[in-house]
């Protein structure tokens, strides 16, 4: 069956950073895009950034542009997500998505980011 399992996130303080990893499983990893999406309390998920599944092109959401980068690891099955120069408004739970594996979108669990001093 199909696994998204997010890790690496944590509490950092403004200005520090933090790696995210999402290690696919149950599927052809290097066949799908990627994609990292982030919900904060009383929002509406939000999709962060993309990747395709060569890794040749990705997309951002403007708030991050110059400080996230996505790459991913087709050896590795693992899509990474590299958060630098994080804000308070990056608190969110971040989650990886893979989209119609056999027809069907799935989520990962979520792992939590927390941006405070």
């Known amino acids: 069956q199909v696994q998204l399992v997010e890790s690496g996130g944590g509490l950092v303080q403004p200005g520090g950073s933090l790696r995210l990893s999402c290690a696919a499983s149950g599927f052809t990893f290097s066949r799908y895009a990627m994609r990292w999406y982030r919900q904060a309390p009383g929002k509406e998920r939000e999709l962060v950034a993309g990747?395709?599944?060569?890794?040749?092109?990705?997309t951002y959401l403007d708030s991050v542009k110059g400080r996230f980068t996505i790459s991913r690891d087709n050896a590795k099955n693992t899509v990474y997500l590299q958060m630098n120069s994080l804000k308070p408004e990056d608190t969110a739970v971040y989650y990886c998505?893979?989209?119609?594996?056999?027809?069907?979108?799935?989520w990962g669990q979520g792992t939590q980011v927390t941006v405070s001093s």
């Open positions: 990747i395709t599944s060569a890794g040749g092109s990705t």
């Open positions: 998505k893979v989209i119609g594996v056999r027809m069907v979108d799935y």
